[in-house]
């Protein structure tokens, strides 16, 4: 019972080591200070410009308004909801990062088991012989059995911190795997959401050029008459030939493009190229989101998971100091063992085989050739690698949320004069038609009427595109509201508690 007492007195030792142990070496991390800039050099407008027709209605900017968690269904566009969500269910890259999360979840639930005692328990049976001749003048004994059975507590307490920065590492780097998982999420979702209104625009464009192929077909099919009829000389048909030929060549790359679009989306929800179902975006039914939120600077360090990950990743590179810092000490060991021993399995813990013992242990590395001195100045170089990149990060943030609000006030312009553009082109293309049929114009003049409509008409398409990819742009450089969609299942665990 003496040993028994023993020890327990060994353990509660070293359970009041982890509670009265305070001293953790190397610095303790503090969360950088949100940089006090702004997205640009002037204030935000209150709203951008407006047009008529498909993605022409002015949006405003909110500032301070939060992102919606699920920011692609403000498009009021069925099929690109039903692609995102296959996406979230089946994309590979979002099932590799939640598993890299519950490793490192796993990881550091295992590292903060070392802040309680080890106990282990032992059991063995041998038969052996061992050879007397030098104390008994020669020969041997017969053979004898030893069975044992034990058990260990050993205790390291945490002295100088080891263990402490260990497991705040490790927290750390779940952190940034949290973080990672938000950011594969953020980056499937506005790649599908980009790529269908990619897919949605190309496809308009193909219709476009194929519309205008007819039409151009059709003038080909009148001037090869009025050729037959002697009205017109050769050379006008050939002009016309060319043209056709000239958009036909345009179309095939922009099937092309789309084809590739179109794959590309299915491989982004998971799927083979020949598994389309056919679901289709269609660019002219897609709703333009008529209010943007636009986070203030100084949360946004808080909202960009990219930035959240670049921070947990430099604590725990502050957190790795303390580990090689506490190296350098002495580390101290504390063991007790409680067991039996005797010659058969059956006499185990049967009065005068009962075994106990208890010590102590100190290490101090005292020469190891400045290995321990160069471990920690290169985690300082690691730790002040990180602190660039979370600097490089958030100026990578700044700029993307600027450059986004700029293009959005520009879009808006670009699509309201290229919408004047379309229609008088259009409009030109029509009186030269005309005139070409009366003799009021030239056939080159009516060509170049002709290209560009042409190319007004693809453009418009374009600037239309514009609109809707850079508003996806804007709901992603804001972080794509991951907090908004955590608030929104902690809310919906709590009503289905209650």
């Known amino acids: 019972m003496s040993a028994l007492r023993a020890l327990y007195k060994v353990t509660a030792t070293g359970l009041a080591g982890v509670l009265l142990s305070s001293c953790a070496l190397g610095p303790d991390f503090e969360r950088p200070q949100a940089p006090k800039a702004n997205y640009g050099s002037r204030p935000l407008p209150t709203e951008t410009a ?3 027709g498909p993605a022409g209605a002015a949006q405003r900017f909110v500032p301070g308004e939060s992102v919606a968690g699920a920011w692609w269904e403000l498009y009021n566009a069925p099929a690109l909801n039903t692609l995102v969500a296959e996406a979230i269910a089946n994309n590979p890259s979002l099932e590799a990062a939640e598993a890299s999360l519950r490793q490192a979840d796993e990881i550091y639930k295992a590292e903060r088991d070392a802040f309680w005692p080890y106990v282990e328990g032992t059991a063995g049976f041998n038969r052996q012989q061992s050879f007397q001749g030098f104390q008994s003048g020669g020969g041997s004994r017969s053979p004898y059995n030893i069975a044992t059975a034990q058990v260990s507590v050993s205790y390291a307490p945490d002295i100088f911190g080891m263990t402490r920065r260990t497991v705040e590492g490790y927290d750390a780097r779940r952190e940034a795997a949290q973080f990672q998982k938000e950011a594969a ?26 519309d205008i192929l007819a039409a151009q077909n059709q003038q080909l099919e009148v001037l090869r008459k009025q050729l037959e009829l002697g009205g017109i000389p050769e050379v006008q048909v050939l002009q016309q030939l060319t043209q056709v030929a000239q958009t036909r060549a345009t179309l095939a790359p922009l099937q092309k493009a789309q084809s590739a679009a179109r ?7 998971g799927r083979f190229p020949d598994q389309d ?5 269609d660019l002219a039914q897609l709703t333009l989101p008529r209010d943007l939120p636009v986070s203030l600077p100084s949360a946004l360090v808080a909202q960009r998971p990219d930035i959240r990950a670049a921070e ?3 604590h725990a590179a502050s957190a790795d100091i303390g580990v090689a810092t506490a190296a350098i000490f002495p580390r101290l060991t504390l063991n007790a063992n409680y067991g039996s021993s005797a010659n058969r399995i059956e006499d185990l813990f049967s009065a005068g085989t009962g075994v106990w013992g208890i010590g102590a242990g100190l290490l101090q590395p005292i020469f190891r050739g400045g290995e321990l001195l160069h471990r920690r100045k290169a985690v300082i170089a690691a730790h002040d690698a990180a602190a660039a990149q979370y600097r490089g990060t958030v100026l990578g943030a700044f700029q993307n949320v600027s450059d986004v609000l700029k293009a959005l006030e520009l879009d808006a312009a ?3 004069a290229q919408i004047e553009s379309e229609a008088a082109a259009r409009q030109n293309f029509d009186i030269a038609r005309l005139q070409l049929e009366t003799g009021g114009t030239s056939f080159l003049s009516f060509l170049d009427a002709q290209r560009s409509y042409q190319q007004a008409r693809i453009a418009l398409v374009q600037a239309q595109a514009n ?9 992603v450089a804001l972080g794509g509201g991951w907090e908004q969609r955590e608030r929104e299942s902690a809310d919906a665990g709590t009503t289905q508690v209650e």
């Open 277 to 281: 179902k056919g679901e289709v975006v």
């Open 467 to 475: 609109r809707f990819s850079d508003t996806a742009a804007l709901f």
């Open 185 to 210: 999420f953020l980056t499937l979702t506005s790649n599908v959401v980009l790529t269908a209104i990619e897919d949605a625009s190309l496809s308009a464009q193909v219709a476009a050029s194929e």
């Open 312 to 314: 947990a990743n430099l």
């Open 263 to 269: 794959n590309r989306l299915l491989a982004l929800v």
């Open 414 to 416: 670009a699509l309201a």
């Open 50 to 52: 407006s047009a008529q």
